[in-house]
Structures are given as structure tokens and as C-alpha cells.
């Protein structure tokens, strides 16, 4: 199953291949893909990652293509549903990733992107000149809110978000809705941050944690993804609650295309200035650093002064 444009931002002629149950191998330079309906070939020069799903294998030429390609691979659960592991990063400049460094590193512009993400979370509030306490207090009251009205909309019991990491079937049917629809958002939330060469630890709202940025990226869709397809579910009164909800997610995901509006919200809450810069984000640039501004690499500096 080929998925074309598959979450790529900008203007781009690479597509992503997703693949499950098969044995993905090289035949010159292309990638073919093997499972029981046969052979299918995949152009190398035009793929801008492999996704790999449940049952899948790889061998060691095909890897060689992909990293000749300039291409990536991303093992994922199924249909993208979980994020496992990664290759390289699509980006081929820094820029995003020096962006997000810069902001984390100073408390005033770290403190701008924490109001940006709340104001994308719900928009119409007034942020521009709340605390990190202020917007602590004013996101835990507008998810308990959301929390009581779903509960209403769908006639469940609701008492309060508790679940234990560990302990998945300890929860009632809602709170293991829940998590299992976060699991998903941070999955898809990981897959974006590292496609696009951004770092996973430098978060915003959240840190301390390998994974704090994941985990304020997913914030973001919790209220229009995670909270209504939970309290759905749990209502439904399924068996397989984790499994159900996982798929709802998924369907989703795709059906609202969250991968490209997720591309598209990281270049804005870091590149505020220039919130197009995803079009250009395969950019091939290699410069020297200076305080007086970056120079050219690829150029012979000689200064008479410096002795040899």
C-alpha cells in the first residue's frame, strides 16, 4: 500500500511507501516489495521514506539505497498507528532544529511558543500576557470542562483521569480509551519531530523527559482527536477497548490529514517569523559558523595574520 504525500510538507515530488507483511529488498536502484500478491517495485529517486509496518523485513542492500537516496525509513505499528524507531531525518537543513534550541534556551521565547501552543489548543482565549502557572491553570480547567461535556454527550459515569502507566486493563473503560488515543498522538507526534530533524527532548511545557517535545506536540490534538473518540468508545461498550480506539484514532488521523497540519504547526510555533519555511525544507546548505553571521563553507580562508 503506497500512501502518496504522506504528511511531506512544502511543495514536494517524494512520496512515502507504507508496508506491512512484506520483505523489502534492492533490485538496482529501486526497492522492491514482496508479499503474497507478488513483486512490486519501489522508485529509490522519488522516496522520501519507507514506512514499515507489523511483519515486515528488510535486508541490508536495501538499506544502503535508502540512505544513497537521500530517503528514510520509520518502523511504525500498523498503519503509522505507533512510532518505533527512525533512520535519518528527512530535513536536510538545521534550521528548524536550531530554532527550536534557540527558543528552549531562553525563558522569554520559550514562555512565547508555551502561549502559541495553548492558542492553538483553544483558540479565541486571550494568552499574550499570561504566566506558565496562568496558562497551567487555564489548560487544566479547559480540559476538565471538555472532559464533563463528552461525558454528557455520551452518558458516561465520569469521575477523573487516572491511569496507571503499568497497568493498562486497571483503568475503567474511558481512562484506558484515553491513554490508548494519547499513545497514538504521540506516536504520530514522534514520527513528524523526527521526519523533520526537530529533537524530541527540547519541550516546551513539558520537560526533564526524552520525549518532552512529543509530548507537547500531541497536546495540541488531544481535545479534537483523543478526548471525543475515547468517551465514543468507551460508550460503545466494545470488547477490545485499546484495539477500537487505536483504529478510531487511525481513521482520523487520516481522514483530517493530521500529519500535514502537524508539519505545518511545528515550522509555526518555531519559525514564527517565517511560517513558510517548510517549502523549502530539503534545502542542501553547508555554511561555517561566525559571530559576525554564518560564511561559505567549501572556501579556502587564509589569514596573513595567524602565524604558521
Known amino acids: 500500500?503506497?500512501?502518496?504525500?504522506?504528511?511531506?510538507?512544502?511543495?514536494?515530488?517524494?512520496?512515502?511507501?507504507?508496508?506491512e507483511r512484506a520483505v523489502i529488498h534492492r533490485d538496482a536502484n529501486a526497492l522492491t516489495a514482496t508479499d503474497e500478491r507478488g513483486v512490486i517495485h519501489i522508485p529509490a529517486a522519488t522516496l522520501g521514506a519507507l514506512i514499515l509496518?507489523?511483519?515486515?523485513r528488510i535486508t541490508h542492500q536495501a538499506m544502503m539505497l535508502l540512505a544513497e537516496s537521500g530517503?528514510?525509513?520509520?518502523?511504525?505499528?500498523?498503519?503509522?498507528?505507533?512510532?518505533?524507531?527512525?533512520?535519518?531525518?528527512?530535513?536536510?537543513?538545521?534550521?528548524?532544529?536550531?530554532?527550536?534550541?534557540?527558543?528552549?534556551?531562553?525563558?522569554?521565547?520559550?514562555?512565547?511558543?508555551?502561549?502559541?501552543?495553548?492558542?492553538?489548543r483553544f483558540p479565541g482565549d486571550t494568552v499574550e500576557s499570561l504566566t506558565m502557572q496562568q496558562l497551567r491553570g487555564?489548560?487544566?480547567?479547559?480540559?476538565?470542562?471538555?472532559?464533563?461535556?463528552?461525558?454528557?454527550?455520551t452518558?458516561?459515569?465520569?469521575?477523573?483521569?487516572?491511569?496507571?502507566?503499568?497497568?493498562?486493563?486497571g483503568g475503567d473503560p474511558v481512562n484506558q480509551a484515553l491513554s490508548a488515543a494519547a499513545t497514538c498522538l504521540y506516536g504520530i507526534a514522534h514520527a513528524v519531530i523526527?521526519?523533520?530533524?526537530?529533537?524530541?527532548?527540547?519541550?516546551?511545557?513539558?520537560?526533564?523527559?526524552?520525549?518532552?517535545?512529543?509530548?507537547?506536540?500531541?497536546?495540541?490534538?488531544?481535545?479534537e482527536f483523543a478526548i471525543p473518540i475515547a468517551f465514543d468508545i468507551a460508550a460503545a461498550n466494545v470488547e477490545d477497548i485499546g484495539a477500537s480506539t487505536r483504529r478510531a484514532v487511525r481513521d482520523a488521523i487520516h481522514a483530517e490529514g493530521l500529519l500535514g497540519r502537524c508539519c505545518n504547526d511545528l515550522h509555526t510555533l518555531l519559525l514564527p517569523d517565517n511560517p513558510d519555511a517548510g517549502d523549502d525544507w530539503d534545502t542542501d546548505v553547508v555554511q561555517l559558523w561566525d559571530r559576525q553571521g554564518n560564511v561559505d563553507s567549501g572556501v579556502s580562508y587564509v589569514d596573513e595574520e595567524v602565524p604558521w
Open 53 to 56: 509496518g507489523p511483519g515486515t
Open 194 to 223: 523526527v521526519a523533520l530533524g526537530a529533537a524530541p527532548g527540547l519541550g516546551f511545557v513539558h520537560t526533564g523527559h526524552e520525549r518532552s517535545f512529543v509530548f507537547d506536540i500531541a497536546d495540541l490534538y488531544k481535545a
Open 1 to 19: 500500500m503506497a500512501i502518496l504525500g504522506y504528511g511531506l510538507p512544502g511543495p514536494c515530488t517524494c512520496y512515502c511507501s507504507y508496508r
Open 138 to 153: 487555564r489548560e487544566g480547567a479547559r480540559v476538565r470542562a471538555l472532559y464533563r461535556e463528552h461525558a454528557e454527550r
Open 155 to 169: 452518558g458516561i459515569d465520569w469521575k477523573r483521569r487516572k491511569f496507571d502507566p503499568n497497568d493498562f486493563a
Open 71 to 120: 530517503s528514510t525509513a520509520v518502523w511504525v505499528g500498523e498503519q503509522g498507528v505507533r512510532y518505533y524507531a527512525h533512520g535519518r531525518s528527512l530535513a536536510r537543513s538545521s534550521r528548524l532544529l536550531e530554532a527550536q534550541a534557540i527558543a528552549f534556551s531562553n525563558q522569554s521565547s520559550r514562555l512565547r511558543v508555551a502561549r502559541a501552543m495553548y492558542a492553538m
